[in-house]
C-alpha cells in the first residue's frame, strides 16, 4: 500500500497494481428463456489494475470477470454450466473507488456481460447471451472500509436485459433473458 489515503479514510494501492479478487453469490436470480426462471449459486472472480490514484479515488481497469453456476451439482457428468464472464465486444465506463457525497467511499464495477448455457457433459455451449452493446451491468459496493476488499457485499445496481449474442434493442430484437439481481461477497485473492 501507499502512503496516500483517498478522502483521509483508507489507504489507496499503487498505479498499475493487480488485484485479483474471489466472489461468491448465493440464489442469484436468473432468468433465460431456454431454462425459465432459475436461482443460482455462482462462485469466481474478476482481476483489476489500478489505472489512476488521486485523493478523489481510483480508476480500476478490469480486465477479466467470470462466475460460474452448476445447475446440478451432484452429477458432475450431466446438467447445465452457467457462465457469465465480461465482453470484450462492448466497452463500458470505468469502474472507480470514489468518495461520496455522504463522506463513505464506494466501488463501482461496470461490466458489458456474456452469458453462456454449457452442457458440462459435451462442454458444448446451448446459449450464449450479452447485454446490449451500449449497457452494462453494475456492481456497486457501498460502505467500503478498504480496498482491495474483505468480506465486501457488491450489489447488482438494477436488472440487466439480455439479448441473443450479437443482438440488442438496437436492432429491434426482444431481450430473452435477464440477470434480475445479484449480491456477492468479494475477497481479495493471493
Do not use: W
Not at 483521509?8 to 466472489?23: A, K, N, R, W
Not at 438494477?158 to 445479484?182: I, N
Request: glycine fraction near 10%; hydrophobic fraction near 40%.
Amino acid at each position: 500500500m501507499t502512503d496516500s489515503m483517498i478522502g483521509g479514510l483508507i489507504p489507496l494501492p499503487p498505479i498499475g497494481v493487480d488485484i485479483p479478487c474471489s466472489m461468491y453469490g448465493a440464489n442469484v436470480p436468473l432468468m433465460i428463456n431456454l431454462l425459465g426462471v432459475l436461482t443460482l449459486d455462482f462462485k469466481g472472480g474478476f482481476n483489476s489494475t489500478v489505472k489512476t490514484s488521486s485523493t478523489d479515488g481510483i480508476i480500476l481497469e478490469v480486465r477479466s470477470f467470470r462466475v460460474e453456476a452448476d445447475t446440478s451439482p451432484s452429477t458432475p457428468g450431466s446438467g447445465t454450466l452457467i457462465a457469465v464472464s465480461m465482453s470484450t465486444a462492448t466497452t463500458a465506463p470505468r469502474s472507480v473507488l470514489q468518495a461520496i457525497s455522504s463522506g463513505g467511499l464506494e466501488v463501482l464495477l461496470h461490466l458489458p456481460l456474456t452469458v453462456e448455457v454449457i452442457d458440462k457433459a459435451t462442454g458444448g455451449t446451448h446459449a450464449l447471451l450479452a447485454t446490449a452493446p451500449t449497457k452494462h451491468a453494475t456492481l456497486r459496493a457501498a460502505d467500503v472500509q478498504q480496498f482491495p476488499p474483505v468480506n465486501q457485499l457488491f450489489t447488482l445496481q438494477e436488472p440487466v436485459q439480455l439479448y441473443p449474442a450479437g443482438d440488442s434493442e438496437a436492432t429491434g430484437t426482444e431481450p430473452v433473458g435477464a440477470l434480475e439481481g445479484a449480491d456477492f461477497i468479494v475477497n481479495q485473492s493471493a
